[in-house]
């Protein structure tokens, strides 16, 4: 079974400021997604990036970036330039590749932007 | 991706009652999948739901308490039956998306029970 691992429950970062955000998983598989879910106080999961555990090169969307660690099983989110609208709680997740299979999430790291 | 709408956005409901959650998704979508979010909590699955097949639901949940129908590839329900004030929680359906494997998921029902 997968697992993800989230350790910091809170963080906080200035606007315009740059944050990371960790995440560990393990799974017994070679081939995976891995996944970051923003949940803002709307409550709506959105999903901000995606990677392929069979590719190497780190995803990039806009000011959001991975670091993908694939020994090391860890998927960190890097938020550059914060933005007020950041302000959300941060899923990390992953999901083998098999057409049933399902998301584990972590617990999540709510991040706090302040001006 | 998908867009998905959820009916009710929020209810308030007597210990002992049921409810029924509505998923419409904007297109057609084999998997779905609804999942339940404690106060505080990260996302938990209830059930995958298949259109064609019955419901496969996970550990600690069971269809007489979570009933789901699948009548066809844009829609389901889940019902939470008998509820109790544990029953209070955030519901949300997700569609897969086969080629990427990522899951879109709906706005959420609130549900507190009293």
């Known amino acids: 079974a997968q697992t993800v691992t989230q350790s910091q429950p809170e963080m906080s970062v200035q606007e315009a400021e740059t944050v990371t955000l960790s995440c560990t998983y393990d799974?017994?598989?070679?081939?995976?997604?891995l996944f970051w879910y923003k949940q803002p106080p709307s409550r709506q999961m959105i999903l901000v990036i995606r990677q392929e555990a069979y590719k190497q090169q780190n995803a990039t969307e806009n000011r959001f970036s991975v670091n993908f660690q694939k020994a090391a099983k860890s998927f960190s989110l890097k938020i550059s330039d914060s933005q007020l609208g950041d302000t959300a709680m941060y899923f990390c997740a992953s999901r083998n590749t098999g057409t049933a299979s399902k998301l584990t999430f972590g617990t999540g790291t709510r991040l706090q932007v302040t001006l | 991706s998908a867009v998905i709408s959820q009916k009710p956005s929020r209810d308030i409901c007597q210990r002992g009652t049921s409810l029924t959650i509505q998923c419409q998704v904007d297109?057609?979508?084999?998997?779905m999948f609804w999942y339940r979010q404690q106060p505080g909590q990260s996302l938990t699955l209830i059930a995958t739901?298949?259109?064609?097949?019955?419901?496969?639901?996970e550990s600690g949940f069971v269809i007489d308490k979570f009933p789901i129908s699948r009548p066809n590839l844009t829609f389901s329900t889940l019902t939470v039956s008998n509820m109790s004030p544990e029953d209070s929680s955030i519901y949300l359906c997700?569609?897969?998306?086969?080629?990427?494997?990522?899951?879109?998921f709906g706005p959420g029902t609130r549900l507190t029970v009293t």
């Open positions: 799974t017994s598989e070679n081939n995976y997604y």
């Open positions: 739901a298949n259109q064609g097949s019955e419901a496969t639901y």
């Open positions: 297109s057609q979508v084999t998997m």
């Open positions: 997700s569609v897969g998306v086969r080629m990427w494997g990522e899951q879109y």
